[in-house]
């Protein structure tokens, strides 16, 4: 299984930016996935979850309310839209996948079994 994330790049404060991630091999339409983020000199952070069995969406409380995370089953690609980028928001965006029903464990990096490269997210005020 491969996880290729793209969309990154330089974001105005306020502005809106779509984060993709194509995975390839497996059964896509069976996976959890979720994206994480980091940056220098942090921990890896939670951002966002789907689940495949009943589409539920988790997110953390930095990404609540202005991130969306959605997946196309057809295109074998789930997506981050961000919407009102803060600085904060800087980091290396990470995509992962899981065959695992996680449910309240979607959040914990330790449940998924494979993970894209990342992608750069700037945020400029």
């Known amino acids: 299984v491969q996880l290729q994330a793209s969309g990154g790049g330089l974001v105005q404060a306020g502005d809106f930016l779509t984060l993709s991630c194509v995975v390839s091999?497996?059964?896509?339409?069976?996976?959890?996935l979720g994206w994480f983020r980091q940056a220098p000199g942090k921990e890896r952070e939670f951002v966002a979850a789907?689940?495949?069995?009943?589409?539920?969406?988790y997110y953390g409380d930095s990404s609540k309310g202005r991130f969306t995370i959605s997946r196309d089953n057809a295109k074998n690609t789930v997506y981050l839209q961000m919407n009102n980028p803060k600085r904060e928001d800087t980091a290396v965006y990470y995509c992962?996948?899981?065959?695992?029903?996680?449910?309240?464990?979607?959040?914990?990096?330790?449940?998924?079994?494979?993970w894209g490269q990342g992608t750069q997210v700037t945020v400029s005020s």
């Open positions: 091999g497996g059964t896509f339409s069976r996976y959890t």
């Open positions: 789907i689940t495949w069995n009943d589409g539920r969406t």
């Open positions: 992962a996948s899981t065959v695992r029903l996680l449910g309240r464990n979607a959040p914990f990096g330790r449940y998924y079994d494979y």
